[in-house]
């Protein structure tokens, strides 16, 4: 198969998936969805299929772990332009490298290291300035509770506008740790493995992104009290 055969397969099941955001789907207005553990068998079993030649099982693989992929991303990477892209750009590198994967660890774990590594590198590149708009489209504002007036709308909108950019602002690696605990909902030795850190490290690194996340979001915390 070529370079451009296995791009096309990731940009139709990404661009399928990124298309059903209007109709209310998990890929375009994440904020935590809840972690399940993958069923390691049935991955071994479409990674074998696909190393065998049967491309449509990698599809497959697309398929279960895109949305989820793409959630963590949204906050790792900064927004939703550039989460799809970092989605895209994993999934392939995770095709052409498929024959690497050892099956040591879970398919997703393997595959968020590499997404990881992708997000990382294009912040570096473009370091992008979170704008009002660009916090918007990161991770989605609940629609407005019918209940809200305008006043209580736009406060609410703001202070999840002051938590997606204090949230931009940690480090690469204390992000990492607080969204997939804090939003993704691994566990910690899911994430020491995703990582590749020991799970003192995992536990210290989380602890000082809390402390810091609350820090830069002190005075929304006392408005909140």
């Known amino acids: 198969m070529t370079a451009a055969e296995t791009i096309g397969i990731i940009n139709g099941k990404v661009s399928a998936t ?3 955001r209007n109709s209310g789907g998990n890929f375009w207005r994440p904020w935590r969805v809840p972690y399940i553990e993958p069923a390691v068998n049935d991955d071994a079993q479409l990674i074998n299929e ?3 030649g049967h491309s449509a ?5 697309v398929r279960k772990y895109q949305d989820r992929l793409y959630n963590t991303m949204v906050h790792v990477a900064g927004g939703a332009e550039d989460a799809r892209d970092v989605v895209q750009d994993a999934f392939v590198q995770a095709f052409v490298k498929l024959d690497t994967f050892q099956g040591s660890s879970a398919f997703y774990t393997w595959l968020y290291r590499i997404a990881f590594n992708v997000a990382a590198s294009l912040r570096r590149r473009k370091r992008p300035v979170l704008s009002i708009d660009r916090a918007r489209e990161a991770s989605g504002i609940e629609p407005m ?3 809200d007036g305008p006043t209580e709308g736009l406060e609410r909108e703001e202070r999840h506008r002051q938590v997606r950019q204090a949230l931009a602002q940690l480090s690469e690696e204390h992000r990492a740790v607080l969204v997939l605990r804090e939003i993704d909902g691994c566990c910690y030795d899911t994430i020491a493995e995703m990582l590749e850190l020991p799970i003192g490290t995992v536990r210290s690194r989380l602890h000082r992104a809390r402390l810091q996340l609350r820090e ?3 005075e929304v915390l006392m408005v909140d009290d």
Not at 57 to 61: E, N, P, R, S, T
């Open 57 to 61: 099982a990698f599809g497959q693989l």
């Open 18 to 20: 990124a298309d059903s």
């Open 145 to 147: 509770d019918d209940a």
């Open 216 to 218: 830069q979001l002190k």
């Open 50 to 52: 696909t190393l065998a």
